[in-house]
């Protein structure tokens, strides 16, 4: 019997170093494919011009292919997407955890689950239809598609990541620290505000790290909403946005545009990281104090 489940331990253990290293794997071909592929356009453009140049102009007779207005525009985006998204995100996981009723909590936990699993392409034909032509009206606009809009729909698409995290942190707080809060005198909102959160920020941090990936890769709705032009990032004006800029132009691209483009993808994926990577050593940095 004790060989029987030493060997079926040894079988599990080795099942999980094998999922651990395709995943592994998965991202290190990844990497070396976007290193292979997008380094020779930066070297044919130069990385200068490349980043720093705010004119995007690939199929015109003499092309230019300048980022620097992609860039500022996924920043723009998806800081407005999170200083939106993530205070309604979390407030509403905090009101779900500690003060719905269970009929209310089950409610709005499936309601959750629901907005999880809608494709981004419905997001993006509901904003089209809906919240562009609001905008329009609303500031008297030729045209309500731009970066307000794309603010708006990624602060939607979000929320689902930015509660469910939330929420299961928020719910991994032991009773008894509410207790003795509780015991000492404080009321329901100040345990909540200053022992459960502080004890759950961790898994709140990392809810904020899931928004911001969420937010910054999403290609398909922004295209829909944001107009999808080549500008210098405005509220109310047509922005382009990295991941929209390749999605757009890859099926017609070819040749230096086409290197150019996989050239946005590897900027995107350095990006990614780099933000992963600075929110991660905050969180490491602050869980040591």
Same mark, same amino acid.
């Given at each position: 019997?004790?060989?029987?489940?030493?060997?079926?331990?040894?079988?599990? @253990?080795?099942?999980?170093?094998? %999922?651990?290293?395709? =995943?592994? #794997?998965? $991202?290190?071909?990844?990497? +070396?494919?976007?290193? *292979?592929?997008?380094?020779?356009?930066?070297?044919?453009?130069?990385? @200068?011009?490349?980043?720093?140049? %705010?004119?995007?102009? =690939?199929? #015109?007779? $003499?092309?230019?292919?300048? +980022?620097?207005?992609? *860039?500022?525009?996924?920043?723009?985006?998806?800081?407005?997407?999170?200083?939106?998204?993530?205070?309604?995100?979390?407030?509403?996981?905090?009101?779900?955890?500690?003060?719905?009723?269970?009929?209310v909590k089950s409610i709005l936990e499936h309601c959750v689950n629901l907005m999880a699993g809608i494709p981004s392409v419905v997001y993006g034909l509901l904003g089209m239809l809906l919240l562009v032509?609001?905008?329009?009206?609303?500031?008297?606009?030729?045209?309500?598609?731009?970066?307000?809009?794309?603010?708006?729909?990624?602060?939607?698409?979000?929320?689902?990541?930015?509660?469910?995290?939330?929420?299961?942190?928020?719910?991994?707080?032991?009773?008894?620290?509410?207790?003795?809060?509780?015991?000492?005198?404080?009321?329901?909102?100040?345990?909540?505000?200053?022992?459960?959160?502080?004890?759950?920020?961790?898994?709140?941090?990392?809810?904020?790290?899931?928004?911001?990936?969420?937010?910054?890769?999403?290609?398909?709705?922004?295209?829909?909403?944001?107009?999808?032009?080549?500008?210098?990032?405005?509220?109310?004006?047509?922005?382009?946005?990295?991941?929209?800029?390749?999605?757009?132009?890859?099926?017609?691209?070819?040749?230096?545009?086409?290197?150019?483009?996989?050239?946005?993808?590897?900027?995107?994926?350095?990006?990614?990281?780099?933000?992963?990577?600075?929110?991660?050593?905050?969180?490491?940095r602050s869980g040591n104090k």
């Open positions: 019997m004790n060989n029987k489940k030493i060997s079926k331990e040894n079988l599990i @253990k080795t099942l999980f170093l094998l %999922t651990g290293i395709i =995943s592994c #794997a998965a $991202v290190v071909i990844i990497t +070396i494919y976007l290193v *292979i592929a997008g380094i020779p356009a930066i070297t044919a453009i130069g990385l @200068k011009d490349f980043i720093f140049n %705010t004119q995007w102009a =690939s199929t #015109a007779k $003499v092309p230019s292919y300048g +980022i620097g207005a992609f *860039i500022l525009t996924s920043i723009y985006g998806t800081l407005g997407a999170i200083l939106l998204g993530v205070p309604i995100g979390f407030l509403t996981a905090l009101y779900i955890s500690k003060i719905a009723t269970n009929r032509p609001a905008i329009r009206a609303i500031f008297d606009l030729p045209d309500g598609s731009g970066l307000l809009a794309a603010i708006l729909v990624l602060a939607i698409m979000i929320l689902p990541s930015v509660i469910k995290v939330s929420l299961m942190a928020l719910n991994a707080v032991p009773e008894e620290y509410e207790d003795a809060s509780l015991a000492l005198g404080a009321t329901e909102v100040e345990t909540y505000v200053r022992v459960s959160v502080p004890a759950a920020k961790s898994g709140i941090a990392a809810a904020i790290v899931l928004g911001v990936g969420r937010a910054i890769g999403e290609a398909m709705a922004v295209m829909m909403v944001a107009g999808n032009v080549a500008n210098m990032p405005s509220l109310f004006q047509s922005v382009r946005f990295l991941t929209t800029a390749v999605a757009g132009e890859m099926s017609y691209s070819a040749g230096l545009q086409r290197e150019a483009l996989f050239s946005i993808a590897l900027v995107l994926f350095i990006f990614i990281m780099g933000i992963n990577i600075f929110l991660n050593r905050l969180l490491k």
